[in-house]
């Protein structure tokens, strides 16, 4: 079989949840938060922020608990135990995330980052691993005006990869990521973390996969048969 033309080897990655196992982490840390301050329904929430920017994280926490609830001062106190953990034993990534770069870029991908996080948090958290070489666009959550769902970040990412959405895949780990690169033409590879797919995000994706192993599989298949 002929190998995949070259138009359709473009993919652009979700961080958080896909490449580091760093929502498990937040989950925990506000879990700790939530009990000592009594606040309820703290893994409903936060499921619900899942892949969306910093912003509407801090607006959908005050609609939740209302505009007295004390967002800045927690959501500090969230991210100083965050980065404390990470600095003491390193980001935790996922399973087969070396494996599938080493991959790609040796079968000349293009390589784009999609994250609802602050591209300073990115950069930094991508360096501290090794991955940000690999990379030939990064669009984060500052650098747009619209949060996952709406599909504006991965229609940026494509437009600097200079590659149609048709021919981009998205590897995603949350529904709204999955909606976001669908709505956006792209081929959604979804490999969940904290959230199964409902009925809804399964007619959505493109492919399931357990871990980025089968994604290397997948795309390796695409190009070899």
């Known amino acids: 079989m002929e190998q995949m033309q070259t138009k359709n080897k473009n993919i652009v ?8 196992d760093s929502e498990a982490l937040i989950m925990k840390i506000w879990k700790e938060i939530a009990l000592r301050e009594g606040i309820e329904n703290i893994e409903s929430t936060l499921l619900q922020c899942i892949g969306i920017t910093a912003p509407e994280t801090e607006a959908l926490f005050l609609r939740v608990y209302g505009d007295d609830f004390p967002y800045e001062r927690l959501h500090r106190q969230a991210s100083e135990a965050f980065h404390a953990q990470a600095d003491a034993g ?25 994250s609802s996080t602050r591209e300073a948090v990115v950069r930094s958290e991508m360096e501290s691993l090794g991955l940000l070489k690999y990379f030939h666009i990064i669009v984060c959550g500052d650098m747009v005006s619209h949060s996952k769902p709406h599909p504006e970040i991965y229609l940026k990412a494509c437009e600097l990869l200079g ?3 048709a021919d981009c895949y998205a590897v995603e ?15 959604p590879l979804m490999v969940p973390d904290l959230v199964a797919p409902d009925e809804e995000i399964s007619r959505l994706f493109f492919r399931r996969f357990d871990d980025l192993l089968e994604v290397r599989d997948f795309l390796e298949k695409q190009i070899f048969g």
């Open 173 to 187: 780990d949350s529904p709204n990521g999955i909606r976001s690169a669908h709505a956006a033409g792209m081929k």
């Open 90 to 114: 390193g980001l935790p990534v996922k399973p087969g995330v070396y494996e599938l770069f080493d991959f790609l870029e040796k079968n000349q991908f293009r390589i784009g980052l999609a």
């Open 163 to 165: 590659a149609s959405p």
């Open 13 to 20: 990655f979700d961080m958080d949840g896909v490449l580091i």
